[in-house]
């Protein structure tokens, strides 16, 4: 209450300094129908604002994880190139392109199960 006068859903998460899920559900949309450019767009939307690839990542798992909108065997596949590029940006591999890759790996996948 203090930072911004009142308690709404974007104060939280400017005070958290995390990036706000529905930005992250947009972009794993757009992966979910194969459009790379979307989400790349979402993923450079993201970057721009200031967060980095350590913020955005942890999100994208925490709302992949809770997705019911998707199978759960794309779910799965999801997560499993998440969790690997996870891995990389921990191992100090944290730019940009790690999560262009991720996600061209993610409307891979998508386009692989729907296909």
Known sequence: YTGFG????????KV?????PMLVRNMLGACGRGDLL????GMKA????????VDIITTVFRVARNDDSMSE???LEFLKE????????????NSRLQ?????AKL???ALAAGG
């Open 6 to 13: 009142e308690i709404t859903a974007a104060s939280v998460f």
């Open 38 to 41: 979307e989400a790349y767009k």
């Open 82 to 93: 998440i969790g690997f590029c996870h891995m990389r940006i921990g191992d100090g591999v």
């Open 46 to 53: 993201l970057c721009d604002m200031g967060y980095s690839a």
């Open 99 to 103: 999560l262009s890759g991720m996600l």
């Open 73 to 75: 065997f794309l779910k």
């Open 107 to 109: 409307c891979r996948t």
């Open 16 to 20: 958290c300094d995390q990036p706000h």
